[in-house]
């Protein structure tokens, strides 16, 4: 095809002054947009692997990723080996003749910062490239590049987007690295629309002081519902007691992010109850907008994994995660308070 903007799937202006935002954010060398952040994910897979080829992954992952490693890329020869994200010695041993290691910067839904310098570590001594989703951090604060990851993809949906009015995707790293998976978004035609590229880029222009108030809020909220009675544990790297607090003060400049994950004394009916009873809070999936969101994880965003898997990225039947906005901390915790004692009346 000629030079020049002739047919959208294969460029438009606007989603190029997206990828050229984002990537120069990331400290890429270019990127590529996609429809969503899963178009973004597989067409990683897609590009990277063929038949018989295997991957090496976080077992942390969001639950439409942990499905399209474990059951769809298998159907075209495409195999995967996950593990938990502590165990080194077991993702170091699986890479040899594998493809490429994946995780999150940030786990979802429970949070867990991973060492990406150690993993980029076990992917250079294999000679595989380390990718990272890093939808939950956003360049703002993380930007694994930096730490010896070779690609990075988000959900734009999420932090970057920031409004909960888009959808879209993107990769970014090498040029050579991306061209193979800018060939597969051409062929399959998960192109981001020129408006919701435009959604992105108001999106990124209050990125910081966005992601600034959240995660100061968060640490808020995190704090008084580790004090509750009702919640059994507090999941938020920001935390003191949180296992992964030195990985946030290393990697995301001491920041917690603006997400956490609230284990609920009880039940998944009883988490439900919980939900319904938020006043401010709204139940949905997203995360990273301008409004505080809650989920059942389980029921939710993570209906893929079964029992046993949930155990094993420890997802309880009480775990929510909650996504903090723009609202005022105060205001959050009272809406959050009332809905645990409501269910002691």
């Not at 010695?89 to 890479?95: N, P, S, V």
């Not at 400049?253 to 109850?273: F, P, W, Y």
Request: hydrophobic residues 45%; aromatic residues 4%.
């Amino acid at each position: 095809m000629g030079a020049g903007y002739v047919y959208a799937r294969w460029a438009n202006p606007t989603v190029d002054a997206l990828e050229a935002a984002i990537a120069d954010l990331e400290g890429a060398e270019v990127a590529e947009a996609f429809a969503s952040g899963m178009a973004a994910i597989s067409a990683i897979f897609l590009a990277h692997c063929s038949a018989g080829d295997r991957v090496v992954a976080a077992r942390q992952l969001y639950g439409n990723t942990h499905s399209l490693l474990l059951k769809r890329l298998p159907r075209y020869g495409i195999e995967a080996s996950t593990f938990d994200l502590l165990d080194y010695e077991g993702m170091a041993d699986a890479l040899g003749g594998a493809r490429l290691l994946y995780c999150e910067t940030i786990g979802n839904p429970r949070v867990q910062v991973a060492d990406l310098p150690r993993l980029a570590e076990i992917a250079a001594t294999a000679g595989v490239p380390l990718v990272v989703d890093n939808t939950f951090a956003s360049p703002y604060l993380c930007r694994p590049l930096e730490h010896g990851a070779s690609l990075v993809v988000h959900s734009v949906t999420k932090l970057i987007g920031g409004h909960h009015d888009l959808l879209g995707g993107i990769v970014c790293g090498d040029a050579a690295l991306i061209e193979p998976i800018r060939a597969v978004g051409r062929d399959l035609g998960a192109t981001l629309a020129p408006f919701n590229a435009w959604l992105s880029l108001r999106g990124l222009a209050t990125l910081g002081v966005r992601a600034e108030r959240s995660c100061a809020t968060a640490g808020a909220v995190a704090e008084a519902l580790q004090a509750h009675p009702r919640v059994e544990r507090v999941h938020y790297p920001g935390l003191e007691s949180d296992p992964s607090r030195a990985l946030a003060d290393a990697l995301l400049g001491g920041r917690g992010g603006t997400i956490m994950g609230v284990d609920l004394a009880g039940s998944r009916a009883g988490a439900k109850e919980f939900q319904d009873r938020l006043r401010l809070i709204e139940r949905a999936a997203s995360v990273g907008g301008t409004h505080s969101l809650i989920v059942h994880a389980a029921s939710v965003t993570h209906t893929q994994l079964s029992p046993a898997q949930l155990l094993d990225a420890g997802i309880s039947e009480g775990f929510c995660r909650l996504s903090i906005g723009l609202e005022d901390p105060d205001d959050l915790i009272a809406d959050l308070s009332h809905a645990l004692e409501a269910g002691n009346a």
